[in-house]
């Protein structure tokens, strides 16, 4: 089974267990994630980033200090500018926040619902996913000499052709190439692979 069929697994496996949505930021580094996968309701997104929330989110702030998981509804988890009311007005009534990984690489996660809050068992099943798929998607520390030549010609604009003829190799090589580098930054598109490269600071 592929990375990217593993993590649809955990995804949905998440999705039945947060009836009104779920957000999870995979590997936060340089303050943007790695991979982030949401299923909120649109209106609710809209209203979030319409107001800057990100900014005063308190589930962000306890998940870059704090490693494990809390409810949201729990007293020390501090909302002095009321988001989780205007959480509430779009159906997010209950929810908890999951945070793991070292401050370098935090894996920041939250899941809604609307009926009851989460049961002790329900959280314990949502971490343990969020340590799975954080583990899965760990960065690689180094891609191979071929891969980021490869990925520089391309960055650099050069088509296919070129670039194969610039690395004196075969055009189906330097496919060859690109793909593996993908694979290795669980990247769907070359372009893809090329930003996480950067991001990773590999290229």
Not at 10 to 27: I, T
Not at 39 to 61: E, F, I, Q
Not at 69 to 97: C, H, M, N, Q
Request: aromatic share 8%; hydrophobic share 40%; with cysteine.
């Amino acid at each position: 089974m592929s990375i990217q069929s593993r993590i649809d697994l955990k995804l949905r496996e998440l999705g039945r267990r947060a009836p009104r949505g779920f957000f999870v930021g995979l590997h936060i580094r340089f303050t943007a994630p790695m991979m982030t996968f949401q299923t909120y309701d649109k209106a609710w997104l809209d209203h979030y980033t319409t107001n800057g929330y990100v900014l005063r989110d308190p589930m962000t702030a306890w998940g870059f200090s704090e490693t494990g998981a809390i409810r949201w509804s729990d007293p020390r988890l501090p909302d002095p500018f009321r988001l989780f009311d205007e959480a509430r007005k779009f159906g997010l009534v209950y929810g908890i926040t999951i945070s793991c990984g070292p401050i370098r690489s935090r894996t920041i996660a939250s899941f809604a619902r609307d009926d009851r809050e989460f049961a002790d068992e329900e959280i314990e099943v949502c971490e343990t996913i969020v340590r799975e798929l954080h583990d899965m998607t760990e960065p690689p520390e180094e891609l191979t000499m071929a891969q980021v030549d490869a990925l520089r010609c391309v960055a650099g604009g050069d088509r296919h052709a070129a670039a194969a003829a610039k690395l004196g190799i075969s055009e189906s090589a330097l496919k060859a190439r690109l793909n593996s580098a993908r694979t290795r930054l669980m990247a769907r598109t070359t372009a893809e692979a090329i930003q996480r490269a950067k991001d990773f600071r590999l290229l």
